[in-house]
């Protein structure tokens, strides 16, 4: 049976390394970056080598009217989506207090509002088939409003057997993490008991691992960190 899954934040990074792990010809991809055409054109390229039917979407996934209109994209060319994977995320270097309202606004919108925003569009449809899963990628630096939403929407969706569950990640080996020098890098693996940071091969497994976890397996924020924290 054909799956469609839709992958946020897929043209680096654990997004892009999850769209190759889900490549094969039992799924259909639908790859969505904000502005990253080269980025996304390379995954869409390897998913299509790799056997599985790809779409590449660029869209601003913090604005919903953008995620209207992916979505009917997307159903125009695979159909309604069975597995939701909310990775889109930005970070914010520097101190709170240095920061202006815009710049925490944007934080707030693409790293939590982009989750709301593509679950309410694609949840009609999970409900009406009776079956769906999302899975929001979290992080071990706070238990935020992405855990609590996982939380309080499985509760909600679970009697639709629909499965939502978070995956909190540790210090990952990504882009995201690039602005580290080799000296608060190494600093950092010293802090970690597995004594490094994770691939983002390794992220990717865990991600296909809870997509593919038995119905029962829902409300869960699963931490993947190596024993940090």
């Known amino acids: 049976m054909l799956r469609t899954i839709l992958i946020t934040g897929a043209s680096s990074g654990i997004g892009a390394a999850t769209a190759i792990a889900f490549a094969n010809p039992n799924n259909r991809l639908i790859l969505v970056s904000r502005k990253n055409r080269e980025g996304l054109k390379k995954i ?16 601003d996934v913090s604005d919903y009217e953008s995620c209207k209109s992916l979505l009917t994209e997307a159903n125009e060319h695979f159909g309604p989506i069975d597995l939701l994977i909310n990775n889109a995320g930005i970070s914010h270097i520097g101190l709170f207090q240095d920061m202006t309202p815009d710049e925490w606004q944007r934080v707030m919108n693409v790293n939590i509002g982009s989750v709301m925003n593509l679950c309410h569009l694609v949840i009609p449809s999970m409900v009406h088939r009776h079956h769906g899963r999302i899975i929001n990628i979290s992080s071990v630096w706070g238990n935020g409003a992405i855990n609590s939403f996982t939380k ?11 499965q939502v569950n978070a995956i909190a990640f540790g210090a990952i080996e990504t882009p995201m993490n690039a602005w580290l020098s080799k000296e ?3 600093a950092l693996a010293d802090e970690i008991p597995s004594g490094r940071e994770g691939t ?11 997509a593919d976890a038995p119905d029962y397996l829902t409300g869960q924020i699963l931490t993947m960190d190596g024993g940090w924290i």
């Open 152 to 162: 309080a929407l499985a509760k909600e969706l679970a009697p639709s057997n629909i």
């Open 44 to 59: 869409e390229d390897e998913g299509r080598e790799r056997g599985a039917e790809v779409l590449s979407i660029l869209a």
């Open 200 to 210: 983002k091969e390794e992220a990717a497994q865990m991600i296909c691992m809870v």
């Open 184 to 186: 608060e890098a190494d």
